[in-house]
């Protein structure tokens, strides 16, 4: 039986993916942290882009019954955090994952290639 948390990452990087987001990144935190198991990363060549991916990864998991447990940014859209539990989804304008830089701060992370996930075409 697949793990749960990897079939929600694969579902929301489809939806990520349907909508052009850049560089759509899955790390694997669970031997580093407890706040979750998964951070799906991506982000979107200006607002609008932005908007429509956090729209598209909402509408795909709440059309499972799925709803995230905390939004965070959602006004602003330059970072925006859905909190899924087990895998929290951080969307950022570019100009704020360049910035902040997720990536290298857990670095210690596993990266999961989408690749094994199995993405839809």
Same mark, same amino acid.
């Given at each position: 039986?697949?793990?749960?948390? =990897? !079939? =929600?990452?694969? %579902?929301? *990087? /489809? *939806?990520?993916?349907?909508?052009?987001a850049n560089d759509v990144m899955v790390l694997d935190i669970r031997d580093i942290t407890t706040i *979750? +198991?998964?951070?799906?990363?991506?982000?979107?060549?200006?607002?609008?882009?932005?908007?429509? %991916?956090?729209?598209?990864?909402? +509408?795909?998991l709440e059309e499972k019954n799925i709803y995230? %447990?905390?939004? /965070?940014?959602m006004e602003a859209t330059k970072w925006v955090v859905l909190d899924y539990a087990d895998v929290m989804v951080h969307i950022f304008a570019q100009e704020q994952r360049e910035f902040y830089e997720l990536e290298r701060l857990w670095k210690d992370a596993k990266v999961? !290639? =989408?690749? +094994?996930? /199995? =993405?839809a075409d």
């Open positions: 039986m697949p793990e749960m948390g =990897l !079939e =929600l990452v694969k %579902i929301i *990087a /489809e *939806a990520a993916e349907e909508k052009k *979750a +198991d998964y951070f799906v990363i991506c982000s979107g060549h200006n607002n609008l882009q932005t908007k429509a %991916i956090i729209e598209n990864v909402m +509408d795909k995230p %447990i905390n939004r /965070e940014g999961v !290639e =989408l690749g +094994d996930l /199995e =993405l």
